[in-house]
């Protein structure tokens, strides 16, 4: 599991490689949150994520709540086809803007797409 935090056009992009399961749900939540303190708009990058269980559902749940608590704004970019299924079934698709690069989010977040 690694993390990595950076921007794209002034918005704060963390990108997560590897798999989001009841291992590494906590470890992934304990380095996101404190990165993403008091910023309105962030990239959640989960193109090098090949799974996600139920603990990685609740996480983005958690990170959804911080920013609606705060009137932010989430986007996820590269999210597999399977992981978007199983966000459908469950209803958090509609939690977050989807996209399928940096580029695509920023301008979501922005609202100038």
Do not use: W
Not at 70 to 81: C, H, P, Q, W
């Amino acid at each position: 599991m690694a993390i990595n935090v950076s921007e794209c056009q002034a918005v704060k992009v963390i990108a997560v490689d590897g798999s989001i399961d009841g291992k590494t749900a906590p470890e992934v939540q304990g380095e996101i949150l404190p990165a993403v303190a008091g910023i309105d708009r962030v990239i959640l990058d989960l193109s090098q994520v090949d799974y996600m269980s139920s603990a990685g559902l609740r996480m983005l749940l958690t990170l959804y709540r911080q920013f609606q608590a705060r009137k932010g704004r989430i986007a996820l970019v590269g999210v597999s086809e399977e992981i978007q299924d199983v966000m459908s079934h469950t209803g958090f698709i509609g939690f977050f803007a989807l996209a399928d690069t940096l580029e695509e989010a920023v301008a979501l977040l922005e609202g100038t797409s």
